[in-house]
């Protein structure tokens, strides 16, 4: 009696395996992973959803209370009078500059660890076209909220569009609608909500092709393309649930909280200490278009877009400007170049030190994004001569050539020792170099010196990637295990430690969530309210990691 008691004990499935067998998790046709692939670097595609994710959600509630008839007026009403509302409205608006950026950095580092070559191309080309529907969702909701920043990059906008685009009246038209008031916010609010559909189909698509093939093998075991797991090597690796489940959760819940943290801490510095925050990271609206306090803002569009922006001041070499058609075809044609990367690199080569050439395009591109920028926001709408053009972007790709031609794939020189005593002498002189460069750029901060900056820390990171030496794993490596394993009683501590730190997250974040409960849902408070709910959120991020690291480490 007793033992069919105990076997029938033993019958009943946990919470865990009812779960899978309800939702068929087992049978998911998602991507296995090998254990070297559970750090950040691999999951940046991950931190972009989950920044997705969170401007979706926290964009419904404010659907509610938009009014187009009165934009302004409405998002001032959100932000001082309906609970929470400036701690959605903020957070909205970080969670699409979160996605920006983690989509520089995630493309940034699929095209020098070449991500994009076969059979990924059109998981690049997706990325791609997911990055400029991105921006172009970014810029309507940017808008929206009707401050003279926003009116005044519609103006920007409808400009370049009238007149740098064949039949560009009509298509200003469907974009702004009569250019003004409830016409002008309708159309903003409905493009906004039809670019955002459309970046979540093309998301889903892209997360279709990227489970598919997998994320992109080390080099270390799949140096050439085209680099993903077989079938036999992939079903060795650990199933997405729950592994790959927990370890997503732990990523998305320290991003949601990041996201809160910025612009919560921003919006109370300002409210309650008074601390003035420059326009373009003011998580609060700007003045209101047509007032006093308007007139002394200058005419910034969108940060994100002030590289674009600082193009259109350029100057032809006959000290002419630049049409609004040229502005637009130079936008068309780096896009079309992006998009045409793996089709244009055919060569086998994942290791930016064997793509010497697109390494160097690499690096001048990302300098000129960041140069453009920053130049846009110094001097903004002032004419750029063709020869300052020259002096700010010629010793970025002068500097970047210089730094790229003499690296050295490690492994592929026959004298080892003397390429070896050469690699160090470089480093040293690239380390003077940057060190020099920094010290000087901090004494006297200047376009070209962070031309030059960028190049030269780039080599800094390629020239260490190239003297670390040549650990290449045998092919099978990665399916026995790919984590340096730990002696057993210095796991144990360590896993006792995360167990511990755990017990304290969990404290701290029901005291903290006891804090904010007290703390009023209006007014500055209410971000100070929200910046600690982002810790709370990042404090089960990283209790989740810990498990994580808990249930799976070797």
């Known amino acids: 009696m007793a033992e069919d008691e105990r076997e029938q004990e033993k019958e009943v499935p946990g919470v865990q395996e009812i779960i899978e067998k309800k939702f068929g998790l087992d049978d998911l046709p998602f991507f296995r992973t090998p254990d070297y692939m559970y750090k950040l670097n691999y999951w940046l595609g991950a931190t972009t959803a989950a920044a997705f994710f969170f401007a979706v959600l926290t964009g419904l509630p404010l659907l509610l209370y938009y009014d187009p008839s009165n934009a302004y007026a409405q998002t001032q009403f959100v932000i001082h009078n309906v609970p929470y509302g400036s701690v959605i409205l903020f957070s909205h608006l970080y969670a699409s500059y979160a996605m920006i950026v983690l989509l520089y950095v995630h493309g ?190 200058p005419a910034y569009p969108p940060w994100f877009f002030l590289f674009f922006y600082k193009v259109v001041d350029f100057l032809l070499p006959n000290g002419q400007p630049l049409t609004q058609g040229d502005d637009i075809l130079i936008l068309v044609v780096g896009i079309v170049l992006l998009l045409l990367v793996p089709f244009l690199d055919r060569s086998k080569y994942l290791s930016p030190l064997q793509r010497k050439f697109w390494t160097w395009i690499g690096i001048v591109f990302v300098s000129a994004i960041i140069e453009l920028t920053v130049w846009g926001y110094l001097d903004p709408g002032v004419p750029a001569p063709f020869t300052q053009i020259v002096e700010v972007f010629g010793p970025t790709a002068l500097v970047a050539a210089l730094v790229v031609a003499p690296l050295k794939p490690r492994g592929t020189s026959p004298m080892r020792g003397m390429t070896s005593q050469l690699s160090s002498l470089y480093m040293m002189v690239l380390i003077l170099l940057t060190a020099g460069t920094f010290f000087d750029f901090v004494k006297s901060p200047s376009l070209v010196g962070l031309g030059i900056l960028i190049p030269l820390i780039a080599g800094l990171i390629l020239n260490s990637w190239s003297m670390l030496p040549d650990r290449r794993m045998p092919p099978t490596k990665a399916l026995e295990t790919s984590v340096r394993r730990s002696p057993s009683s210095s796991l144990s501590f360590k896993k006792k430690l995360a167990t511990y730190a755990t017990i304290i997250m969990a404290v701290a974040s029901v005291a903290i969530l006891v804090l904010v409960w007290n703390l009023p849902t209006t007014g500055p408070l209410s971000n100070v309210a929200g910046a600690l709910i982002g810790v709370v959120l990042v404090l089960w991020g990283q209790s989740v990691g810990m498990y994580h690291f808990v249930a799976y480490a070797k």
């Open 108 to 297: 940034v580092r699929n095209f020098f660890s070449g991500a994009y070559k076969k059979p990924r191309e059109f998981v690049w080309v997706l990325g791609v076209l997911l990055f400029a529907v991105t921006l172009g969702a970014s810029f309507f909701g940017y808008s929206m909220v009707g401050d003279v920043l926003g009116v005044d990059a519609i103006g920007v906008g409808s400009g370049l569009i009238s007149l740098g685009i064949p039949g560009g009246d009509t298509i200003e038209s469907w974009l702004f609608g009569a250019g003004s008031g409830t016409s002008l916010f309708s159309r903003l609010l409905g493009w906004h909500i039809i670019f955002v559909a459309l970046l979540g189909l093309l998301f889903g698509i892209h997360l279709f092709l990227a489970e598919t093939y997998g994320m992109l093998p080390s080099r270390k075991e799949k140096p050439y393309a085209p680099a993903y797991y077989k079938k036999s090597e992939w079903m060795k690796f650990n199933a997405w649930w729950p592994r790959n489940f927990i370890y997503m959760m732990s990523i998305i819940l320290t991003t949601w909280g990041v996201i809160m943290i910025v612009p919560n801490t921003l919006a109370a510095l300002n409210q309650l200490m008074a601390v003035k925050l420059p326009l373009l990271i003011n998580p609060a609206p700007a003045p209101a278009p047509n007032t006093a306090a308007a007139a002394s803002v």
